[in-house]
């Protein structure tokens, strides 16, 4: 089937109630574009589910605070829109900034506690961003299941927590992570980084191994687990850690490790700061 694109809201919503209206489902799947197979395989994951597939494209500004890289952040509508078609998505919808918000909006959203720590405390107002933009792309795509990468594990819970809170008409989906064979988790912002860098950047995937083999070695202290991960980040000195964390599976803080856990880890590199996360069982 050929891609249908939207520039503008009102007809991209149009077409999606008359799918409804025909009896078919629909998966959606948000994104800032810069596509790599990480997105792709949410696509092809709602293309299995779901009878169409609607991918939406914005570089959403209300996510970065002054001083981010909203202005450099990597963009490439044409190898996209190929991606995206190939992968079997009817309907792309890429809204320039002046129809999706004709002016700066008054209202937003925002998912108290899940949302304030981790990347929320190094990102102050990132997921309330991030929160009023989905439910935007919620409100205008309709009744959907829409499809997320646990490569952004906090903003996954962030956005279940919101559609449960608000009684929204969407299935919220979780997808694991896609890496490249080194184990690096594949990222818009991998562009970013030099070629030593990118030899550099496994370091981050490897410091969350490093903190699950010690929980499969018997260690349950939060601040032990904790320590495994930054000592690995500490020998690639092109890495500054931002924070790596270990927590129940709803993102809560815990004491001791019991259960399914989350590993959860950021740092910067060059110009560039990756985040990356890992499910443990103690
Ligand atoms: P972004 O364009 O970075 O905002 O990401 C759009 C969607 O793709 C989000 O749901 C991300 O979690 C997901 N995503 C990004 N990278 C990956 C990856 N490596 N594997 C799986 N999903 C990903």
Not at 260 to 275: C, K, M, N, S
């Amino acid at each position: 089937m050929s891609l249908t694109v939207f520039d503008r809201l009102e007809p991209y919503r149009k077409a999606l109630e008359t799918e409804r209206a025909a009896g078919r489902t629909v998966g959606l799947v948000p994104t800032m574009g810069a596509l790599h197979a990480g997105h792709v395989s949410l696509i092809h994951r709602a293309a299995l589910d779901c009878d169409v597939v609607a991918v939406t494209i914005f570089v959403n500004p209300l996510q970065f605070a002054p001083g981010e890289d909203l202005t450099t952040y990597p963009r490439d509508p044409e190898g996209d829109r190929a991606q995206i078609s190939e992968a079997g998505a009817t309907y792309l919808l890429a809204p320039p900034m002046r129809e999706m918000f004709a002016e700066p909006p008054l209202t937003s959203v925002t998912v108290g506690r899940i949302g304030e720590s981790l990347e929320g405390a190094s990102r102050p107002g990132h997921f309330t961003g991030v929160a009023t933009i989905v439910a935007k792309l919620f409100a205008v795509s309709g009744a959907c299941r829409a499809y997320f990468g646990e490569k952004d594990y906090q903003q996954l819970a962030v956005i279940r927590r919101m559609v449960a809170d608000l009684g929204l008409p969407v299935d919220v989906v979780g997808c694991p992570t896609v890496r490249d064979a080194d184990g690096l988790a594949l990222s818009s912002r991998n562009a970013y980084l030099s070629p030593d860098e990118r030899a550099a950047a496994p370091t981050l995937y490897q410091a969350l191994l490093a903190g699950g083999d010690a929980i499969g070695a018997g260690q349950r202290d939060p601040g032990s687990i904790r320590a495994a991960m930054a000592e690995v980040v500490a020998r690639e000195p092109k890495f500054t850690l931002d924070y790596a964390e270990v927590t129940a599976a709803d993102l809560t803080p815990i004491d001791t490790v019991a259960g399914e856990v989350r590993l959860l880890i950021a740092a910067r590199i060059g110009t560039a700061r990756l985040i990356d996360n890992l499910g443990a069982h103690a």
